[in-house]
């Protein structure tokens, strides 16, 4: 999986992180039913958000069935979500994937830079197209913005400014994020068609913008230093952004992110609050402690392999790495795709874990429930 918003029951009131895990299976279940087992790979984070979107924007629950025990959560059963917005949520991470995947095997990365594992590759990228092209379909959503999305940043990316029609200069940070900004707006504003709430579109594509934006820059963060030794293009380097101008360009894209979000007509907006609201801003936090201490040490209270983990506990070589990790990829193909290290399972001690804060809103009445704790679905309960 990948993706930016990735949060824990550490971090989640348990009544959200059960909504976050019904979201989560169901888009693993929905990938395994329409597409096979193989397809279960893309589970993504972020294209998550739009089935939690699509939710939050009816007045009522989104209908769930029951699973059968998974491998993955310690082979218990689950109510995951069955709706429009976790087939929307599966078509757009088919459409992401396979971006992500004709964008590596042209680079060359790694593997791909062999000859048999980019034909396999571009000929798994060209179904998964293909499949989130026809699901999209059946749900009234124009992919295009998405599937235009890699071949407008490579073309950004590779083609030298004089040869673009029009230019002088290379392209600015900005239009280097657009079509990932595009794209997740499209995503975004569709989720307003299928709850039926026409007049959200506005606020949805300027929250798609705004996260599209951070989940670009942040991605470009991560891996500065380790494009800069492999000479890999990273669009911080190509512009000259150094760290402090990417921070502010990174709080201007979380403001109007909170602001879009505080725009919405949301009958449910506990989940879409702490997820697009406080998970991406503990993102951009983590995301730059990491860079600014790279090859010095790590971030206090964040040992290095695994920055999710909750302060205090370094990962031990079981929680990471060799024939676990090995182990762990391959079980993605037959059970949920999702993997939680140990540390995730200790929570004797996690607070919020004794309250069931389901039926507060984010950082409103949650406050009354949990006062003052560090990792509740609240930013320490400064309500504003």
């Not at 995730?344 to 309250?355: I, K, L, T």
Request: hydrophobic share 35%; net charge negative; with cysteine.
């Amino acid at each position: 999986m990948f993706g930016i918003v990735r949060p824990c029951r550490h971090v989640l009131c348990k009544g959200l992180y059960a909504d976050w895990m019904g979201h989560l299976c169901g888009l693993c279940l929905a990938l395994r039913d329409e597409h096979g087992h193989l397809s279960r790979l893309v589970t993504n984070y972020d294209g998550l958000l739009v089935s939690v979107l699509t939710e939050a924007q009816s007045p009522t629950s989104t209908s769930r069935r029951r699973a059968g025990p998974c491998a993955l959560r310690g082979f218990k059963g689950a109510d995951v979500v069955e709706s429009e917005g976790v087939r929307l949520a599966a078509s757009v991470s088919l459409l992401l994937a396979a971006g992500k995947v004709s964008d590596h095997v042209a680079d060359g990365d790694g593997v791909y830079a062999r000859r048999p594992v980019a034909a396999g590759a571009t000929r798994l990228a060209g179904r998964w197209s293909s499949a989130g092209t026809a699901m999209a379909g059946t749900l009234g959503f124009d992919p295009t913005p998405l599937t235009a999305a890699a071949d407008r940043q490579a073309l950004l990316e590779r083609v030298p400014a004089q040869a673009l029609p029009g230019r002088s200069a290379a392209p600015g940070l900005r239009e280097l994020t657009g079509p990932t900004e595009d794209a997740v707006a499209a995503a975004f504003a569709h989720t307003a068609v299928l709850a039926g709430k026409l007049h959200n579109r506005e606020a949805l594509e300027a929250a798609g913008r705004g996260f599209g934006k951070l989940a670009h820059l942040i991605d470009a963060v991560e891996d500065l230093a380790d494009d800069r030794a492999s000479g890999a293009y990273n669009p911080l380097a190509a512009t000259g952004t150094g760290l402090d101008e990417a921070r502010r360009h990174c709080d201007a894209a979380h403001a109007e992110l909170r602001a879009a979000v505080d725009g919405l007509d949301l009958p449910r907006p506990g989940l879409t609050r702490a997820l697009l609201v406080r998970e991406t801003s503990s993102a951009v936090s983590r995301a730059f402690a990491i860079a600014g201490t790279h090859g010095t040490g790590h971030p206090p209270g964040h040992p290095p392999g695994d920055p999710g983990a909750p302060p205090g506990r370094r990962p031990s070589k079981r929680d990471t790495g060799g024939l676990l990790s090995l182990a762990c990829a391959a079980l993605t193909c037959c059970t949920c795709g999702l993997y939680r290290p140990a540390w995730d399972e200790d929570r004797e001690g996690s607070f919020c874990e004794r309250f069931d804060c389901s039926g507060y809103d984010c950082c409103s009445n949650c406050c009354s429930c949990c006062p003052g704790e560090d990792g509740c679905c609240c930013d320490g309960c400064g309500c504003d």
